[in-house]
């Protein structure tokens, strides 16, 4: 179950001309309609006897959090998540991811005032398989993530939904902080920054309010989790560097690329299994491999990833760990297009895209089952 946090606005679909576009946006507005029609007010759960008690804990938990958001870390808490929303169903949305066959250069899909984005999320599964399906056939390979969250940038005011109020507490307050992120800072047309600085951000926060808090055992398992996550990032990270150098020789047929495609994924899975063996088995590394791994699904964790350790860079040696200071930073690159922007970040940090993080990074999660869909 990943949580990861996809970036969606619905639109009216008068806007548009395309059959095929106007499905997808009326699915859309269909979809958020249903979370807002269904979202009741937290108080009013909590004084439902029907509410269980587990549910009431929760919810009394997020109230804790967002004021935490609101109060300490000057996210926009306030006018977020005071509702609540059953939508009767595991996930929220499924998520469509595709690149080309021997390309780590993902396909993109163009939305109004967001720019382009690197994937496409349905309410209902079948919409995504049928998509799925139809990029396929195009040669591409792609990847389907049952996705839990997601943020309207503030468009509205986002419920708790059921697809994630079981998380961790640690967890559930990181989402919280990844999600509120978004909406006090988002730049278009460049997915790999937002989600990079929402996940920095909700690292750093969460082991704050941990802290803070007195969550010491929630800490200790949190700061376990990163590392064990760390690592398996740095399999994959392995991996897309020697697919893209295998991509890259022109000299290749086909046949011989896809030859060293498949040994790629197959030394991955190899390392992946000495990896779990070191951690107890705690990795899951079974149910990771039971889908299926291609660019597609490299770019959907890349996509979190990547430009993490630049900006926990800039966090922890040029903004003294001071959140306030880092979002106000990075708030002065939106004139910049998204290369500018990561030429800037590197003449900042001397890091390098996937360089991997430090022991002293400000690093963030989830745990390695949720955090690789």
Request: charged share 25%; proline share 6%.
């Amino acid at each position: 179950m990943p949580r990861a946090p996809l970036i969606f606005l619905a639109l009216l679909p008068l806007l548009l001309s395309q059959c095929s576009t106007v499905r997808f946006y009326t699915q859309a507005a269909s979809g958020q309609w249903e979370i807002q029609r269904k979202a009741r007010p937290i108080e009013k759960v909590l004084a439902d006897p029907a509410t269980p008690a587990p549910l009431k804990t929760k919810l009394e938990l997020v109230q804790e959090i967002r004021a935490y958001a609101r109060n300490t870390l000057n996210l926009p808490a306030e006018k977020q998540y005071h509702r609540y929303t059953d939508l009767q169903r595991k996930h929220l949305v499924w998520v469509v991811f595709a690149a080309p066959e021997f390309s780590l250069k993902p396909h993109t899909w163009r939305y109004p005032f967001l720019g382009d984005l690197s994937y496409r999320g349905w309410f209902k599964e079948k919409d995504a398989t049928a998509l799925a399906t139809q990029l396929r056939s195009r040669g591409l390979d792609v990847f389907v993530a049952e996705v839990d969250a997601y943020s309207t940038l503030g468009v509205l005011s986002d419920p708790i939904l059921n697809t994630f109020i079981d998380l961790p507490p640690r967890d559930l307050a990181e989402l919280l902080f990844h999600e509120l992120t978004h909406q006090r800072l988002y730049l278009p047309n460049d997915t790999d920054f937002n989600e990079a600085l929402a996940t920095a951000v909700a690292r750093h926060a969460t082991r704050r309010w941990l802290a803070d808090t007195q969550r010491t055992r929630e800490l200790t398992a949190y700061n376990r989790e990163d590392r064990i996550l760390t690592d398996f990032i740095q399999e994959l990270t392995h991996t897309r560097a020697d697919l893209e150098k295998t991509y890259a020789q022109t000299h290749l047929t086909s046949d011989a690329k896809r030859l060293a495609k498949t040994q790629a994924f197959t030394d991955l899975r190899h390392r992946a299994d000495h990896l779990n063996r070191k951690h107890g088995g705690t990795l899951k590394i079974d149910k990771w491999f039971a889908q299926p791994v291609n660019n597609a699904r490299l770019n959907s964790i890349a996509t979190y990833y990547d430009l993490v350790p630049a900006i926990d860079h800039l966090l922890i040696h040029h903004c003294q760990n001071n959140l306030e200071t880092l979002l106000n930073l990075l708030k002065t690159t939106r004139p910049l297009t998204p290369t500018q922007r990561l030429t800037w970040l590197q003449s900042q940090t001397n890091l390098t895209p996937r360089q991997a993080p430090t022991s002293q990074s400000a690093s963030t999660k989830p745990p390695p089952a949720q955090a690789t869909h």
